[in-house]
């Protein structure tokens, strides 16, 4: 609060996270270590420093004078740089103005004000006493500026601070577990679905005793669901993390290779797929199944049709308009009588330049000459229409759907798995990776598990330059490798139907110039504990169709939920939970709204056990994890 984002730049994240794949917020996987500790003690020293610097400022020119002006710090042009402080708090500054000890009530008062900002509630009367006892002690001995920066610095690092516990409160049941406090559940709830602290209504819920019964918290989570004017990032982030898309711009590749302008196609990737996630979830109808299995994409899109109907027809009314004028010939500064109409036909024209201007009438000519409609990115560099060849779509020849989503080559090109953007970020910098994409599918859909490669073990795939990846991967069927591999392989190798930049293709090249193979996109699956899906397929399209059918696939994806919203794995005592949220999914005709629903209602969210509860309950746990 009150600082200018130069100065957040000296704040440093304490946390080490590992960026693997998977899901990342598990609670068991973050500890705040000594050096976690030091870093966020560095930072309390900063936002401390800062709020309390504009008084402290102000009592050194009370009692050392104003610093003259030919000492102060010069900028680029000479003149004196003066401080700039945010407003001290008004709790603070009363104890650094005071010219005796504070009294218990201005002690309450700024520690009250620093709880709220960092811990974002009021503090408990045990925890009032604590810090108040502390203030007191240091005010004693180093003054009061000293004792109340010393007592904000520890309420800054303190475990609540460090920590969002989620703690049972009042009677026990027969299972010897304890409905979280209102308090802690509204902030469960609001972190579960946003970034956000709790909003009014649920804070003022927590408060007033409406949040003590699952019924209120159903109540209080389908107003967050259902409200459009709450952002729900949380819900997209899984997705990233369950199919893994979203690490797409992370994987290096030769631009050479690609033939065109590569450096933003991965990131315009992802806000497609995006799109496709989240209009399929809102949509709310056979959610896995759709994910897994529409022939209907989003490409350049939005996802609001009404919005890019709009920007369609303003970019159709600027070219009718300057059709018929030089615009080749226009300056840098478009001449006044054009720019002042052009304003008016939308926001998007108002720095429409000479530059912008032609490159603009010069697609936009190519597309009606053409007669197909034109992309909304149009009027920018190239750059912005290369990326569609990654579905196997030519800026020259498409004509872009106004209306999407829309089909998009069925017969070679369904679901997420067959995105460019998963494609692209389960393959290597220079070719693809069906054992990245085959673990992928065995363990996330099939929920089974791949051993961890050896470490005696040289996992390198000979290179052959008359070979194809295929042919080359016939060394892991060595009675050693074959032992792992049989679970990925042949759920990886039908994706070789598609290049790693995720184009579809009926031959592979080879590295030997000039030599090519027909693709071999057959496959096996197994697993799914269902004969009549398991078996040969001929592509990945076959192999996605069965997937989607199976219930072993479904209930993986409600698992993944589950440790998802939860931010731990799933014990035996969580299994009346998992079966719920299957039952609600299926009987509500495949809502994903449901099944959140139904695992943000269950009895794993909303009670807790004693430390030594919950032990014993992990001892008897089949994982073994809490």
């Known amino acids: 609060n009150g600082s200018a984002s130069t100065e957040l730049t000296k704040l440093k994240q304490p946390f080490t996270i590992e960026d693997k794949a998977g899901l990342k917020d598990f609670a068991a996987i973050t500890f705040a270590d000594s050096a976690t500790l030091s870093t966020m003690l560095r930072n309390a020293e900063t936002f401390v420093d800062r709020h309390l610097a504009g008084t402290m400022h102000q009592l050194r020119v009370q009692r050392d004078g104003p610093i003259p002006e030919d000492q102060l710090p010069k900028d680029k042009k000479g003149k004196p740089i003066r401080a700039r402080f945010p407003a001290t708090p008004p709790e603070f500054e009363t104890i650094l103005l005071a010219d005796s000890a504070p009294t218990d009530n201005q002690i309450a008062a700024a520690i009250t004000r620093m709880f709220l900002w960092v811990i974002e509630r009021e503090p408990s009367v045990a925890e009032l006493d604590k810090y108040r006892e502390l203030c ?14 010393t007592t904000l610095l520890a309420i800054a690092v303190s475990p609540p601070a460090v920590y969002r ?20 559940l509204a902030f469960s709830i609001s972190y579960s679905l946003t970034d956000q602290k709790p909003d009014e209504p649920l804070m003022s819920a927590a408060i007033n005793g409406k949040l003590r019964t699952p019924e209120d918290v159903k109540r209080e989570v389908i107003r967050y669901w259902d409200d459009p004017n709450i952002a729900k990032p949380r819900i997209l982030r899984f997705f990233h993390e369950f199919f893994g898309y979203s690490a797409a711009p992370g994987v290096f590749k030769d631009a050479a290779r690609f033939g065109k302008d590569y450096r933003k196609v991965p990131e315009r990737l992802v806000d497609d797929a995006d799109t496709l996630v989240m209009h399929l979830v809102n949509r709310d109808r056979d959610v896995l199944s759709e994910l897994l299995t529409t022939d209907k994409y989003f490409v350049s899109h939005s996802g609001d049709n009404e919005y890019e109907r709009e920007i369609h027809d303003a970019l159709q009314t ?7 004028k030089p615009w080749r010939d226009f300056p840098y500064k478009v001449p006044e009588q054009h720019t002042a109409h052009v304003r008016s036909i939308h926001k998007i024209f108002r720095h429409a330049n000479g530059n912008v201007t032609k490159r603009w009438m010069k697609y936009l000519d190519q597309c009606d000459k053409a007669d197909i409609s034109h992309m909304p990115l149009g009027g920018t560099r190239s750059s912005g229409r290369d990326y569609i060849h990654t579905y196997n779509l030519d800026e020259k020849h498409f004509s872009f759907p106004v209306e999407q989503p829309f089909p998009l080559a069925a017969e070679s090109r369904i679901g997420i798995l067959m995105h460019p953007a998963w494609l692209i970020a389960h393959s290597l910098n ?34 052959d330059h008359h070979k194809s990846l295929r042919e080359r991967f016939a060394v892991t069927r060595d ?50 504990e269902n004969p009549e899906l398991d078996g040969a397929v001929r592509d990945p399209v076959e192999l996605m169709h069965r997937l989607a059918k ?9 698992r993944h939920a589950f440790r998802y919203w939860m931010g731990r794995n799933e014990m035996q005592s969580d299994s009346t939970t998992l079966r719920a949220a299957d039952l609600a999914y299926v009987e509500s005709g495949g809502s994903f709204r449901a099944m959140v629903i139904s695992l943000l209602t269950s009895d794993s969210f909303l009670y807790r056990k004693s430390s030594s509860e919950q032990n014993i309950t992990v001892a008897h746990s089949p994982s073994g994890t809490p």
């Open 136 to 149: 007191r002690e240091c005010t004693e001995k180093g003054g009061n500026a000293l004792g109340l920066r």
């Open 165 to 184: 516990a989620e703690l049972g409160q009042g009677s026990v049941d027969q299972h010897g577990r304890q409905l979280l406090t209102p308090a802690n």
């Open 318 to 324: 600027f070219y009718d308009y300057y059709k018929d």
């Open 430 to 463: 220079l070719d693809n990776d069906p054992v990245r994409r085959g673990k992928w599918i065995r363990e996330r859909l099939l929920a089974d598990t791949v051993p961890e490669l050896p470490i005696t073990v040289d996992a390198s795939i000979p290179e």
């Open 479 to 528: 009675a050693e490798c074959w032992r792992c591999h049989v679970k990925m392989n042949p759920l990886g190798m039908p994706f070789e139907s598609f290049d790693d930049f995720g184009r579809h293709r009926k031959h592979e090249k080879l590295i030997a110039k000039g030599e090519t193979r027909p693709v071999d996109s057959t496959g096996y699956l197994s697993g799914t």
């Open 550 to 558: 199976s219930s072993r696939v479904r209930q993986s994806f409600v």
